[in-house]
């Protein structure tokens, strides 16, 4: 049974820094590409980040970069979002997810797992 947990959500304020960690299980870790996603209220689920089998190769997405940076300790089992400068629109629940060896984009269907989130709220 796969699961995948996340963890580090919580209220920070505009400028201020949070670090999101997810932990896998019932998966072969190392196989898997993870991705960082969000959703706002009313709005679409979104990629937000994501990392490569290895850890060689990220992905942030155009609204994150240079202020977020995804990570992954493949003899943990986890993946992290460390997300600086935050915003209030980047104000959402975060999801992590994982498909096989790549996760550079892509729609939220194309994942094969998810977490259940971790609610991120940022106040100005």
């Known amino acids: 049974q796969v699961q995948l947990v996340e963890s580090g959500g919580g209220l920070a304020q505009a400028g201020g820094s949070l670090r999101l960690s997810c932990a896998a299980s019932?998966?072969?870790?190392?196989?898997?590409?993870m991705a960082w996603f969000r959703q706002a209220p009313g709005k679409e689920r979104e990629f937000v980040a994501g990392i490569n089998w290895s850890g060689s190769s990220t992905y942030p997405a155009d609204s994150v970069k240079g202020r977020f940076t995804v990570s992954r300790d493949n003899a943990k089992n986890t993946v992290f979002l460390q997300m600086n400068d935050l915003k209030p629109e980047d104000t959402a629940v975060y999801y992590c997810?994982?498909?096989?060896?790549?996760?550079?984009?892509?729609?939220?269907?194309?994942?094969?797992?998810w977490g259940q989130g971790t609610q991120v709220t940022v106040s100005s």
């Open positions: 019932g998966l072969t870790f190392r196989t898997y590409g």
């Open positions: 997810a994982s498909r096989r060896w790549v996760a550079a984009a892509g729609p939220p269907n194309e994942y094969d797992y």
